[in-house]
């Protein structure tokens, strides 16, 4: 909090003076003309009087929720009322497709047609944002969240706001949605098919692939779900640590930081687990082009032994696998380990998603953060995680009484509440919901005693190389390797290409401005310049 109290001195009064302005009812232009017929808590622990609903208009990622996609308006949504009148708020929420996010960012920016509200990946530099910030398009929020945001800056971890601070000026230009725990994903496995085929948890590379042959022989579809890319199904590029995202930068021996991928050796036998996962049928031959849909339809309907996803999603996705598939159970377990005795997948940083103010809606920016703060107080707690009163739950002798749905719709709604409407909290998972489950209770054993012990770190710069931006077949994305990576790795699992024709790609990557790369990443890190591990 001190470095944040720094920054804020650094800002200049014209923002003070912003801050009075808004105060003011924060400018309802065009808002809804009808009185509220509630009070709201300023943020600062007091109530104001009745006043107009803010109305301002949000980008939002559908993130794959199929609450949201399937609905045929979100506007209209009675938890996105409820929503409005708990903040006296008038929500425009714009939904970006998941899987062209940031295409539709891009062309969001191209065509001025910005809303209020940015919902960001997480930093100031990502993609997504087309620049945004440098380019002046959203407001500097310290001296608004000093007025209006307290508990926000009292929740909410240093680590996170330095994520969304601009270290030339101090200005903090984005609220954020935390992870309090970065290893998030882990290793599930169908334990009835395990016991079925007589084996016990794997616990390195090898143990894990005799277990999908004997998932192969019981006749499972896909024993490992592969997806597109590799995401979430990286787990054996994690066993051997090259991961290559744009946070698995490493400090080699000859004092270069490097991607991960130039380890060479480990890469390759990270590459030849998954050859021999496609050539033993272990894993879809069609698993290259196997979009996030169609990757939880295949688990939940029960075509899948073993796969990776986000813990916090165990109370869900176990939920629908048991409609479809009564005896099945699955659990989260140690993920395989490779040569150094680790494994795991790569860490998240602290900031899942944010949320940017355009500067041309700061005649409301103050109520916009007001919104915000609400996010983190015991009333959005038990809205968020329940429900509505008297529908999604009962207050007998001053208690909530909640019963945890198990049903496709209502998980498909627990997961839009707890988590895609809940736009700042500590995604880690929801407590309030998790401890009123087995599976709740599991997931959480499993983030507090084995996640928070495994997983792979590395460097990453933020804003990204320069060289990277400069080479998009180098530039990585958060989760995803190089193109120019990846679409060799795929070539040598398919059998196109020799695994030893991986070092080729090494030397093309380094004639391509790898050497650039390499050399930018090492001054930044030894200077530590907006470096972090």
């Known amino acids: 909090m001190t470095r944040f109290l720094t920054r804020a001195g650094v800002l200049l009064t014209t923002f003070a003076l912003l801050v009075a302005c808004s105060g003011n009812n924060g400018g309802n232009e065009g808002g809804n003309a009808t009185t509220a017929p509630t009070a709201t808590n300023n943020g600062a622990g007091t109530v104001d009087e009745k006043k107009d609903p803010v109305k301002f208009s949000i980008s939002m990622r559908t993130l794959n929720v199929a609450y949201v996609e399937k609905h045929p308006d979100i506007?209209?949504?009675?938890?996105?009322?409820?929503?409005?009148?708990?903040?006296?708020?008038?929500?425009?929420?714009?939904?970006?497709?998941?899987?062209?996010?940031?295409?539709?960012?891009?062309?969001?920016?191209?065509?001025?047609?910005?809303?209020?509200?940015?919902?960001?990946?997480?930093?100031?530099?990502?993609?997504?944002?087309?620049?945004?910030?440098?380019?002046?398009?959203?407001?500097?929020?310290?001296?608004?969240?000093?007025?209006?945001?307290?508990?926000?800056?009292?929740?909410?971890?240093?680590?996170?706001?330095?994520?969304?601070?601009?270290?030339?000026?101090?200005?903090?230009?984005?609220?954020?949605?935390?992870?309090?725990?970065?290893?998030?994903?882990?290793?599930?496995?169908?334990?009835?098919?395990?016991?079925?085929?007589?084996k016990e948890i794997p616990t390195t590379v090898e143990e894990t692939l005799e277990v999908l042959r004997a998932f192969k022989e019981l006749g499972v579809e896909q024993p490992f779900a592969g997806r597109q890319n590799f995401k979430y199904a990286d787990t054996f590029f994690g066993a051997y640590d090259v991961f290559g995202y744009l946070n698995q930068f490493k400090l080699f021996p000859d004092g270069q930081v490097k991607p991960s991928f130039f380890d060479s050796e480990n890469m390759k036998k990270a590459i030849q687990v998954y050859k021999t996962m496609y050539d033993e049928g272990l894993i879809s031959k069609e698993f290259a082009t196997v979009e996030s849909s169609d990757f939880r339809s295949n688990i939940t309907s029960g075509k899948v032994g073993m796969w990776s996803m986000n813990a916090n999603e165990l109370p869900i996705w176990g939920a629908q696998l048991k409609n479809n598939v009564p005896d099945a159970e699955i659990a989260l377990i140690p993920s395989p380990v490779g040569p150094d005795g680790s494994g795991?997948?790569?860490?998240?940083?602290?900031?899942?998603?944010?949320?940017?103010?355009?500067?041309?809606?700061?005649?409301?920016?103050?109520?916009?953060?007001?919104?915000?703060?609400?996010?983190?107080?015991?009333?959005?707690?038990l809205f968020f995680s329940y429900g509505i009163e008297g529908e999604d739950y009962q207050v007998v002798n001053g208690e909530p009484k909640f019963e945890v749905p198990t049903d496709t719709e209502g998980t498909d709604k627990m997961r839009y509440l707890?988590?895609?409407?809940?736009?700042?909290?500590?995604?880690?998972?929801?407590?309030?919901?998790?401890?009123?489950?087995?599976?709740?209770?599991?997931?959480?054993?499993?983030?507090?005693?084995?996640?928070?012990?495994?997983?792979?770190?590395?460097?990453?710069?933020?804003?990204?190389?320069?060289?990277?931006?400069?080479?998009?077949?180098?530039?990585?994305?958060?989760?995803?390797?190089?193109?120019?990576?990846?679409?060799?790795?795929?070539?040598?699992?398919?059998?196109?290409?020799?695994?030893?024709?991986?070092?080729?790609?090494?030397?093309?990557?380094?004639?391509?401005?790898?050497?650039?790369?390499?050399?930018?990443?090492?001054?930044?890190?030894?200077?530590?310049?907006?470096?972090?591990?």
Request: glycine fraction near 6%; charge should be negative.
């Open 344 to 381: 795991g997948y790569a860490h998240y940083n602290p900031v899942t998603r944010s949320y940017l103010i355009n500067a041309e809606a700061k005649d409301k920016a103050a109520d916009i953060v007001k919104y915000f703060n609400w996010m983190v107080s015991e009333e959005a707690e």
């Open 75 to 198: 506007n209209e949504d009675k938890y996105v009322k409820k929503l409005e009148e708990l903040t006296n708020s008038d929500l425009d929420i714009r939904l970006i497709p998941h899987n062209e996010y940031q295409d539709k960012m891009v062309q969001m920016f191209a065509t001025n047609d910005i809303p209020d509200v940015v919902q960001g990946s997480g930093g100031l530099s990502g993609a997504e944002l087309a620049g945004g910030v440098a380019n002046g398009v959203f407001l500097p929020l310290n001296d608004l969240l000093e007025e209006h945001g307290k508990d926000l800056l009292a929740f909410i971890p240093e680590a996170a706001w330095d994520r969304m601070t601009d270290d030339k000026t101090g200005n903090i230009y984005g609220i954020p949605e935390v992870l309090t725990n970065p290893s998030r994903r882990a290793t599930w496995i169908r334990t009835d098919l395990l016991e079925k085929a007589g």
């Open 418 to 533: 707890n988590y895609w409407l809940w736009m700042v909290q500590d995604t880690t998972y929801n407590k309030m919901v998790s401890s009123l489950s087995d599976s709740g209770l599991q997931m959480i054993d499993a983030f507090d005693n084995m996640l928070s012990k495994e997983g792979r770190r590395g460097i990453e710069f933020d804003p990204r190389l320069e060289a990277l931006i400069q080479n998009p077949d180098l530039n990585p994305k958060s989760d995803e390797m190089p193109p120019l990576v990846l679409e060799k790795v795929l070539r040598i699992v398919y059998g196109k290409d020799s695994l030893d024709s991986f070092d080729q790609v090494l030397e093309e990557y380094l004639s391509k401005g790898g050497n650039d790369v390499i050399k930018e990443a090492t001054e930044r890190y030894n200077s530590k310049e907006n470096s972090f591990e």
